[in-house]
């Protein structure tokens, strides 16, 4: 493959106030964008000018959804160093929803090397409060001007920034939390353990009646059953039931979080019980019934740590840890915002510096 050649943007942004970012509203001046094509394989990487793609009203990702996504961060130290959490395994895990949909294999190490060159480019756009960070969003879509269905023979991998801040405007305080019983995201053998597009876009209706009604996010149940619980639109789950940490098992219909994967290695390596199984939602609710459901909470590299302060199940409210974040949630949520702002060894070997 290529070096990657740079075409610097002549035209520079003004950047945002860092105090009041939100998140994915502004982007940085470049992006970088890789092509494929059958037969030549990904080729001509170029980190140029962010600017507007230009597609045929015939591309296929429009009318087929071969859409992949992932999603970072990069983070400013207080001596000045740039860090990446695990982005290794953001490549990786992108591979697995390229070979879901279709779509060519991509050199994890290339891609990481990549996501480097664009952060570097753009270190003047990492904010340095604590809290923000450079969001990192690499996607890939198909680019075939075709009308039929069948895999592409061209596409795009591209790498976007945005500066953010916090993700929910509730920070860390506990958030209330639907539990969907109408609507399915995702079964077994389908795109469930992926990134895809298609997911999120299935995910809309129940999140926009949940904010009608004033939750935050919705909690998906199994698409056969509707009664095991598999994750919020954004997040992994985890509850803690007499002293034991649950979290639903990969079976193939959610996502394998790389926060989620975190979560539990700082947790076996402080000592404590965690169980990976399938966990009804009226287990949950007869456990806080009994006084044993001591703590909920949610992983994912938008929020981190998320935790649930209110669950509503069919017109039945709980609420959990008296609306508080508990101990557990904390210690997570420390544990690994102090390693991705280098404050803290980092014994697990996550973060990745940017020259």
Same mark, same amino acid.
């Given at each position: 493959m290529n070096d990657i050649r740079i075409t610097m943007n002549e035209t520079l942004k003004s950047k945002p106030d860092a105090a009041n970012l939100g998140f994915g509203k502004y982007f940085t001046d470049h992006m970088f964008?890789?092509?494929?094509?059958?037969?030549?394989?990904?080729?001509?990487?170029?980190?140029?000018?962010?600017?507007?793609?230009?597609?045929?009203?015939?591309?296929?990702?429009?009318?087929?959804?071969?859409?992949?996504?992932?999603?970072?961060?990069?983070?400013?130290?207080?001596?000045?160093?740039?860090?990446?959490? +695990?982005? +290794?395994?953001?490549?990786?895990?992108?591979?697995?929803?390229?070979?879901?949909?279709?779509?060519?294999?991509?050199?994890?190490?290339?891609?990481?090397?990549?996501?480097?060159?664009?952060?570097?480019?753009?270190?003047?756009?990492?904010?340095?409060?604590?809290?923000?960070?450079?969001?990192?969003?690499?996607?890939?879509?198909?680019?075939?001007?075709?009308?039929?269905?069948?895999?592409?023979?061209?596409?795009?991998?591209?790498?976007?920034?945005?500066?953010?801040g916090n993700y929910y405007p509730q920070g860390i305080n506990p958030v209330k939390i639907f539990v969907e019983d109408k609507y399915v995201r995702a079964v077994k053998g389908g795109l469930g353990f992926t990134k895809a597009a298609a997911n999120y876009a299935a995910s809309l209706k129940s999140q926009e009646e949940?904010?009608?009604?004033?939750?935050?996010?919705?909690?998906?149940?199994?698409?056969?059953?509707r009664k095991y619980i598999e994750e919020v639109g954004t997040m992994n789950v985890f509850f803690k039931i007499k002293n034991q940490i649950i979290t639903p098992a990969l079976e193939g219909s959610i996502l394998p979080g790389i926060t989620r994967s975190s979560a539990i290695d700082i947790l076996k390596?402080?000592?404590?019980?965690?169980?990976?199984?399938?966990?009804?939602?009226?287990?949950?609710?007869?456990?806080?019934?009994?006084?044993?459901?001591?703590?909920?909470?949610?992983?994912?590299?938008?929020?981190?740590?998320?935790?649930?302060?209110?669950?509503?199940?069919?017109?039945?409210?709980?609420?959990?840890n008296n609306g508080k974040i508990g101990d557990i949630s904390k210690k997570i949520y420390d544990t690994i915002t102090s390693i991705q702002y280098g404050e803290v060894y980092d014994k697990f070997n996550w973060t990745v510096e940017v020259k």
């Open positions: 964008i890789m092509d494929y094509t059958d037969g030549k394989g990904w080729h001509d990487p170029v980190i140029m000018p962010y600017s507007p793609l230009s597609l045929d009203p015939s591309t296929m990702v429009f009318h087929y959804g071969q859409s992949v996504f992932e999603g970072l961060k990069a983070f400013k130290t207080a001596d000045g160093r740039i860090l990446l959490f +695990r982005p +290794r395994d953001n490549m990786v895990r992108l591979n697995v929803s390229d070979d879901r949909l279709c779509i060519p294999f991509i050199d994890p190490d290339f891609g990481v090397e990549a996501i480097k060159a664009l952060v570097s480019l753009e270190r003047g756009w990492i904010p340095d409060q604590r809290g923000t960070s450079l969001y990192i969003r690499p996607f890939t879509i198909a680019t075939d001007p075709f009308i039929g269905v069948k895999p592409s023979e061209t596409y795009k991998f591209i790498i976007i920034l945005s500066p953010v949940a904010h009608a009604a004033g939750y935050v996010q919705v909690l998906w149940l199994d698409g056969v059953e390596d402080s000592g404590y019980d965690v169980v990976e199984r399938r966990l009804g939602i009226d287990e949950v609710f007869k456990a806080n019934e009994e006084g044993q459901l001591e703590e909920a909470f949610g992983t994912g590299t938008a929020a981190v740590i998320s935790p649930i302060g209110e669950l509503s199940w069919k017109s039945n409210k709980i609420i959990i």
